[in-house]
């Protein structure tokens, strides 16, 4: 018999955000900590690049939160994202989870407790599936990249910091 295991309930309220949304992949639980795109990536047996991996900056101008959901294998260039969403500073954990509602580690593409501007990683098309925090160090879901903009609603831009 399958025993349900019994999810954390920050991942837990992402587990019903899901459902509600239709979709239809269960929420993982690493036995390890999946806080970086390399530990989740060795838990899942996927490559760095398939984590969707979600990065909070803090806008300058009204303190907006902007969050990247970028390949666990690029580095973000602040001044791509920068050029669109105008300038930006850090978010420390504090910021992070005011205005996400969650903490790093296990920031979720979705179910945010205030409006957050979002922009998708571009390198994740490539990808038949991406792996996401699901609201805890140790959850994750998995994904096309289509449901991913489909439920974030967010538009693809060229982010990730090229090297020289």
Not at 65 to 82: H, P, T, W
């Amino acid at each position: 018999m399958h025993q349900e295991q019994v999810l954390p309930e920050s991942a837990a309220a992402v587990a019903r955000l899901l459902q509600a949304a239709g979709h239809d992949r269960q929420i993982v639980l690493l036995p390890e900590t999946g806080k970086t795109s390399a530990e989740a990536a060795a838990g899942l047996g996927c490559s760095v690049a398939e984590i969707a991996k979600s990065i909070v900056f803090r806008r300058q101008s009204d303190d907006a939160a902007v969050m990247v959901i970028a390949s666990g294998s690029n580095r973000v260039d602040e001044r791509k994202v920068a050029a669109i969403t105008g300038p930006l500073g850090k978010a420390d954990a504090r910021f992070v989870r005011e205005k996400t509602g969650y903490a790093i580690g296990g920031v979720c593409p979705i179910g945010h407790v205030e409006k957050v501007i979002l922009l998708i990683d571009r390198d994740l098309m490539q990808y038949q599936t991406v792996w996401a925090a699901a609201g805890h160090p140790h959850a994750v879901f998995a994904m096309t990249p289509q449901q991913l903009q489909a439920m974030t609603g967010a538009p693809l831009a060229d982010i990730a910091l090229n090297p020289d």
